[in-house]
């Protein structure tokens, strides 16, 4: 019956019963029987041998029940998924005419709705495979009659082109995207479906996107991978950038985290998508000059957290920051090509972390380890980084505190990070990292910014403690100073921690318990700081309970100081060493508790060794200190005396502030008895002899030592409390103590005790012992700098009692006028400098055990001192109707001055800012704008800061200047102020980077005007001093930079140099007196001899390596701006006309520069130098090769790039004229190797030398140089040679060879050696020697080498 039935009909009948309503049983129901029977009758055709007629059938029906699946969009989804079921069943059995048919009828269906029914979703991707597999077949066109055969594997193609170039319903574009994954596509098509399901992104729902993105990595496995998750990346950071701006990226956050976690579950699936993931943020990073952007960045970071790729994603993203941000610090200090190349924004990274950590509670959860991991990376890599000079200094100072802010953001933010920060900070001081430092500064700000969240992690910092052999001291410090406020608050934490340095103080090593007494110093001061705040915070019930635990705490601590100052002499040393340095904190000082109960231990102490009148000469009981045997030190009487006196003036001030008396009194009478003694003692008094020995190894020279050696400290301990006694003193007092003659008399008692102890005290080696007087000295900075406020006094201070600094102390001019006797004392004032000097240098005290640094200063310390010496000695250079002081009237005839010495204190206290990484712009501040709030270290406001620097600068000039119309006395002053200025000048220069807009003419007008300033200095008749030339020349190429260019972009500023140069190596030759053929053209000549004698032969050398160093740097400004000009090459490859020019122009900028350096540095290799400087010369030229080679590859990255004049210029100048130059060098260099001297011509000295066989280490060096050398020279040849084959243009007549670089011996030159019965051997050991044949072939072989070894 049914073969008998039209197709018409059938088609109708299957149509009608499949629009009927049917039961809840489709199966069973009556209206589906028909469509059964059709499918059933069709299948037995087609089994019983009626192909065709079945296949009719079931094509018929197929055809209706996809045409009725299509119409019914929302009929009855169970219906239509058994009747998709049928047609999965009778796929087999269609015909190929009713396959393209039906396939052909659901592409009209994606066409017309966008979508494809869900009963379909599991039929078509069967069908596609099927109508692929189908032979040729007859299509009829829509021309007339016409037919073409296509085969099933085109109309498959052509199937899902179609659907590929057909609009998606923005809601089915999953279900979409997943039926085209299910089909097997070609390679083409593979690119096809995954550019349209990359389109597709940019339509679909927000809430489809990880669905979609999911089914893209799934689409991946077929292969386009890395075009597949590039374009994921892309669309999200986009939709990231337009959604910040509309502040609605917290409602993507979880959909971003869901697609995260897609991309890392299909990377662990498959790793190849992983390296392609990497692949394309590098491409990015390289060719578009872009850092990651936010999705990018997080997807790497959460990349890393799989073991496979944590190594190379971190390492990836860690130099991504620390050289962001150096490139643009780089472009900021490169004032040639900065107006030509793209700016790089600084914060991008900062930024970029931010958003991150705000991310990680917005569904990006994942990402959290290896945040934390990166940022300790870049702090550990900025460190490391800055040692090696890969990148700059201030660079890796910012990307570590870019680290740091995103870790306590972090931190404060989510909970989760917080154990992972703990266990990686405490983890590196435990070891002792290279910048563990570092992070315990991260530590004490994290305290300071929430306490309670790391008090919950008290006990892993114990666990520390009680590893305390493994942390040095000064870490033990900084980490108790960052927990202090934990400390003070949690009594267990503070129980434990007591109970670890109790256990530690009596540890076997020396070093262990050094350590814990820096531990516990820094827990005195912190409870006797708190303690004084509790008590002037008024009397409230919770404060006088916090204070009574405190003070409670406080006399435990002091309990095991008690016991401390009972052991070793070294542990005794040291501990009064650290006593001191808390003593003379203000806090401390005014504590009356820690007073009063230190007052007692030392009391008692003080008792032991001091002598009455009545008792004997000796004030202090000398032979106790000693021991009786070996008669060396067992009680560090001065460090004791030193620690005692600082007491004893605390307590006495304190005491007469609260009308108290008793012990304080008695403390100061007998103070005041021991320094009027000690002022009137004489050697004979403690049994010492002038003229005795005073040897270590005999027993009676060492009791001379030591009893010598103990008499000045205490002396120096006299003139301690002497000079406190009496600055505290409100009047002055009626005793002989209180007289300022007192400090001359024993001062003058110092001198010469330690004049004589420097003289007699001498080694093995006949050197001494104790270089400087002053180093005797335990004098801390502190009480230095509180004299010398006085001696050293500032005018506008004096002059003004409502000055800022008298605020508190007030009548400032009477103890000035008070301290006259002392500023008359050139001796003393040059002393007081010098022990300041020592303290802020840190250098150990002379004499005692110990050889480790002094602590480091505090930073207010530095900027109070720095204050005291400018404005009292150096600025009275800078003003010249100021009249000076008596101080400075009366120079030394031999020795260094006041004001070398104050010169020499402010560039220490520069460089110990730098070296702790504090800015130096707040000296500035401290110097013209002093108050007492700029010496605890608070950070100055940046329009301050730049205007207090640009001061400074402009006042070290007028002192420098001032200093040389005092020549030649004042030589190596002017030399070490001009040191200072360099390092201002150049954080002058960072300040400009960072600076506002509007402060921004300011400090590079100051700049240019230091330059200008630079270049008449070094235009002008200077002395002829060593120091003085290589400190004018350092200041010159620091400065260079921002002399005024010309608009046409000339180098300019890199005359001076260039002229300094060309008198240098004319000195050299008028010295050498060598003639001057090669310079007739020189526009120097009109040079004088005068002016040339101001270089020597000793001094040209020098000037010549700061020179070469100077060119190396500037050298490696080229390199980056090469790597810059590569950068926007790989840009530009399909880019307009005006991305073009910018490249030339760039490139022809980069040209001059190079051109401007080779013209320097030709004036070298030409200038005859002595010979001692060659191989520096030579080691400069392999650097100008190296970069020439670097450029040279540039071009021929971009076809578009063409070879300029500019090119031209630089290739003649380098690879023709300065080549040739090198050759001639080295020929001389190496001209007495072959016997370029005949042997008779040679006196007997000569002889001998030359008969004399080079060390190996000599051979070695000179071989690596020069081989180097031909190697760069040959490298760059080899690049320009290819350039000229891709351009079509001859370079090659540019590039000078020589039979130098063959290192050809010529047997002419050879001496004539005495035969000898060994020539055979050396022959037999592999000897070569090169025949005149051989070596004139070699002239046909460029770039090859022939070496030979002549014994």
């Not at 073969?3 to 069973?28: Q, R």
């Not at 991309?263 to 578009?288: C, N, P, R, T, W």
């Not at 010309?1046 to 050498?1072: I, N, Y």
């Not at 399909?1134 to 401007?1156: F, K, Y």
Request: charged residues 25%.
């Amino acid at each position: 019956m049914l073969v008998a039935l039209n197709d018409g009909v059938l088609y109708s009948l299957v149509e009608e019963d499949l629009s009927t309503p049917i039961s809840s049983d489709v199966s069973s129901s009556p209206a589906f029987q028909l469509t059964a029977l059709a499918f059933k009758g069709g299948c037995a055709l087609v089994e019983k041998g009626a192909v065709q007629a079945g296949e009719t059938i079931l094509g018929t029906a197929a055809g209706a029940c996809v045409g009725q699946i299509c119409e019914d969009e929302q009929g009855d989804g169970k219906k239509w998924s058994t009747i998709g079921d049928k047609l999965l069943e009778v796929l087999p059995q269609l015909s190929s005419r009713s396959i393209i048919d039906v396939a052909f009828r659901i592409l009209a269906e994606l066409k017309a709705c966008g979508s494809v029914p869900v009963a379909l979703h599991g039929f078509l991707p069967m069908l596609l495979d099927t109508l692929g597999a189908i032979g040729p077949v007859e299509i009829a066109t829509e021309d007339a009659g016409g037919l073409i055969r296509r085969s099933g594997l085109a109309l498959k193609s052509y199937w899902v082109e179609s659907a590929c170039s057909y609009r998606w319903d923005a809601k089915s574009s999953v279900s979409v995207c997943a039926l085209l994954r299910e089909i097997v596509l070609g390679e083409r098509l593979i690119e096809v479906v995954a550019n349209r399901m990359l389109r597709q992104l940019k339509v679909a729902e927000v809430n489809e996107l990880p669905a979609m993105a999911y089914q893209l990595l799934l689409f991946a496995r077929n292969g386009f991978k890395r075009e597949i998750i590039g374009g994921i990346l892309e669309f999200f950071d986009g939709l990231e950038s337009s959604e910040v701006e509309s502040q609605r990226w917290r409602e993507l956050g979880d959909i971003e985290g869901t697609v995260m976690l897609h991309i890392m579950y299909s990377i662990k699936q498959d790793f190849e998508l992983g390296d392609a993931l990497i692949a394309h943020v590098k491409e990015q990073e390289v060719v578009a000059s872009e850092v990651p952007t936010t999705f990018s960045f997080a997807c790497l970071l959460a990349l890393a957290r799989i073991h496979r790729f944590e190594e190379t994603v971190i390492g990836l993203l860690r130099t991504n920051i620390v050289k962001s941000i150096n490139d643009a610090m780089a472009l900021s200090a490169t004032a040639w090509i900065q107006p030509l190349l793209p700016p790089i924004p600084l914060l991008a990274q900062q930024q970029l972390l931010s958003a991150v950590v705000e991310r990680l509670s917005h569904g990006w959860d994942q990402v959290t380890q290896s945040l934390v991991q990166l940022c300790l990376s870049v702090m550990d890599l900025s460190g490391s980084a800055m040692r090696r000079g890969a990148y700059s200094a201030l660079a890796c100072a910012e990307a570590r505190r870019i680290s740091a802010e995103a870790l306590k953001s972090a931190f404060g933010k989510h909970e989760f990070v917080r154990a992972e920060v703990i266990d990686q900070i405490l983890s590196r001081v435990m070891f002792q990292s290279e910048s563990h430092m570092h992070f315990l500064g991260l530590l004490g700000e994290l305290v300071e910014e929430d306490s309670e969240a790391v008090r919950v992690f008290m006990p892993k910092f114990v666990d520390v403690f009680d590893s305390i052999s493994v942390v040095t001291p000064v870490a033990l410090e900084k980490m108790l100073a960052a927990l202090l406020p934990i400390i003070l608050d949690d009594a267990p934490f503070r129980a434990s921690l007591i109970l670890v340095l109790r256990k530690i103080l009596f540890a076997h090593s020396f070093d262990d318990r050094r350590t814990a007494l820096s531990g516990l110093f820094v827990l005195v001061g912190g409870l006797a700081s708190a303690l004084g705040e509790c008590q002037s915070a008024g009397g409230a019930r919770h404060l006088q309970r916090r204070a009574d635990v405190l003070a409670s705490a406080l006399l435990e601590v002091l309990g095991l100081l008690r016991r401390c100052l009972t052991q070793q002499p070294e542990v005794r040393a040291a501990s009064y060493e650290r006593l001191g340095l808390l003593l003379d904190r203000p806090s401390v000082r005014s504590n009356s508790l820690l007073l009063s109960a230190l007052h007692d231990i030392f009391r008692v102490e003080f008792a032991k060794y001091y002598r009455a009148p009545t008792q004997g000469c000796s004030p202090i009981d000398i032979p106790l200190c000693l021991h009786p045997v070996t008669s060396k030190v067992v009680m560090p009487v001065a460090g004791f005396l030193h620690c005692y006196e600082k007491l004893a003036v605390a307590s006495h001030t304190l005491g007469l502030a609260s009308g108290s008396s008793g012990g304080p009194m008695v403390a100061a009478r007998e103070w005041g008895d021991l320094c009027v003694r000690f002022a009137k003692a004489q050697m004979e008094d403690f049994e010492l002899d002038p003229t005795g020995d005073y040897s270590l190894d005999s027993q009676f020279g060492q009791r001379n030592f030591s009893t010598a050696l103990l008499v000045v400290g205490c002396l120096d301990a006299c003139i301690g409390y002497a000079l406190g006694h009496i600055i505290q003193a409100a009047t002055v007092g009626t005793g002989e103590s209180d007289n300022p003659i007192v400090v001359v008399e024993l001062f003058n008692k110092f001198a010469r005790f330690g004049d004589m102890l420097s003289t007699r005290c001498i080694d093995e080696r006949k050197k001494r012992i104790i270089p400087l007087v002053s180093d005797l000295s335990l004098l801390s900075l502190d009480s230095v700098a509180a004299a010398l406020r006085l001696v050293l006094p500032d005018p506008a201070r004096v002059d003004n009692e409502g000055h800022p600094l008298n605020i508190d102390s007030g009548w400032f001019s009477s103890r000035v006028a008070r301290a006259a006797l002392w500023s008359a004392n050139a001796p003393l004032v040059k002393h007081l400098l010098e022990v300041a000097l020592a303290r802020v240098q840190r250098r150990a005290v002379a004499g005692s055990n110990s050889t480790a640094l002094m602590p480091a200063p505090s930073k207010s310390a530095l900027l109070e001192i720095a204050y005291i010496v400018y404005s009292g000695v150096l600025a009275y250079f800078g003003a010249e109707e100021r009249p000076l002081p008596v101080y400075l009237k009366n120079r030394p005839a031999r020795g260094r001055g006041v004001v070398l010495i104050s010169a020499e204190i402010l560039l220490a206290c520069l460089n110990q800012l730098a070296a702790a990484g504090e800015s130096v712009d707040c000296l500035a501040v401290a110097v013209f704008r002093p108050a007492p709030e700029r010496f605890t270290g608070q950070e100055p406001e940046a329009a301050c800061a730049l205007e207090c620097a640009a001061k400074l600068l402009a006042g070290l000039h007028s002192v420098v200047a001032a200093l040389l119309r005092l020549k030649p006395v004042a030589v190596k002053d002017a030399s070490t102020v001009l040191s200072s200025l360099h390092i201002v000048t150049a954080r002058l220069a960072e300040l400009a980077f960072g600076s506002a807009e509007k402060d921004q003419p300011l400090v590079y007008s100051c700049l240019r005007e230091t330059a200008l300033w630079t270049v008449g200095l070094v235009q002008s008749e200077l002395p002829n001093d060593l120091g003085l030339m290589k400190s004018v020349v350092a200041q010159l190429t620091s400065s260079q930079a921002f002399l005024p260019t010309e608009s046409s972009g000339d180098d300019v500023e890199l005359e001076p140099v260039d002229q300094l140069t060309a008198r240098m190596c004319k000195a050299s030759k008028f010295h050498t007196r060598q003639p001057d053929e090669d310079d007739e053209d020189d526009e120097d000549d009109d040079v004088d001899e005068q002016e040339l004698e101001r270089f020597t032969l000793r001094s040209i050398p020098a000037l010549a390596s700061i020179i070469l160093a100077w060119l190396k740097t500037e050298l490696h400004r080229v390199d980056w701006a090469i790597a810059q000009l590569r950068r926007s090459v790989g840009v530009e490859l399909g880019s307009g006309s005006d991305e073009l020019d910018r490249s030339i122009g760039v490139e022809r900028r980069i040209c001059l520069r190079l051109s401007a350096l080779s013209y320097v540095l030709g004036r070298m290799l030409a200038g005859s130098l002595p010979k001692a400087m060659y191989d520096q010369v030579i080691r400069s030229f392999v650097d100008l090769h190296r970069t020439w080679a670097l450029l040279t590859r540039a071009k021929l990255a971009c076809a578009r790039l063409p070879i300029t004049e500019s090119y031209i210029d630089a290739l003649s100048l380098i690879c023709s004229e300065l080549n040739t130059h090198a050759y001639t060098l080295i020929t001389e260099k190496y001209s007495n190797m072959i016997g370029s001297v005949p042997p008779a011509a040679m006196d007997s000295k000569k002889k001998k030398e030359a008969a004399m066989p080079r060390p190996k280490s000599k051979v070695m060096r000179d071989s690596s140089l020069v081989s180097s050398l031909v190697y760069q020279m040959e490298l760059s040849e080899k690049y320009v040679i290819q350039l000229s084959t891709k351009f079509k243009t001859p370079l090659a007549h540019y590039l000078k060879r020589s039979t130098v670089r063959d290192f050809r011996i010529k047997k002419s030159d050879i001496p004539e050696l005495p035969a000898s019965d060994n020539d055979n051997d050396a022959l037999e050991d592999g000897d070569i020697v090169v025949s005149d044949q051989d070596a004139s072939s070699s002239d046909d072989k460029d770039g090859r080498i022939k070496r030979a070894r002549l014994e």
